[in-house]
Nanobody, 113 residues
Framework: QVQLVESGGGLVQPGGSLRLSCVAS????????MRWYRQAPGKERELVAF????????NYADSVKGRFTISRDNAENTVYLQMNSLKPEDTAVYYC??????WGQGTQVTVST
């Protein structure tokens, strides 16, 4: 069955960096585009970044452009989200998603002093 397992979240100070990972299994990873979403307390889940199946096409929410980078390693069935210059408003649970159906369990990112 399809599984998506995120990791790499944690507590970081403003201006710091984190790299999130999402390891996929149960499907042919290289055939699917992948997305990262986030959900802050009291807010709706929002799309953060998209990457095509080959990695040749990426898109970002305006709020993270220039600070976050999505990438993938199809040999390792993993999609990454490199987050730099983190701000308190980046605090959220971050999820990876395949298509419209499959979500990971999420990883908490907290940006605070």
């Amino acid at each position: 069955q399809v599984q998506l397992v995120e990791s790499g979240g944690g507590l970081v100070q403003p201006g710091g960096s984190l790299r999130l990972s999402c390891v996929a299994s149960g499907f042919t990873f290289s055939s699917y585009a992948m997305r990262w979403y986030r959900q802050a307390p009291g807010k709706e889940r929002e799309l953060v970044a998209f990457i095509s199946n080959t990695g040749g096409n990426t898109n970002y929410a305006d709020s993270v452009k220039g600070r976050f980078t999505i990438s993938r390693d199809n040999a390792e069935n993993t999609v990454y989200l490199q987050m730099n210059s983190l701000k308190p408003e980046d605090t959220a649970v971050y999820y990876c998603r395949r298509g419209l159906t499959y979500w990971g369990q999420g990883t908490q990112v907290t940006v605070s002093t």
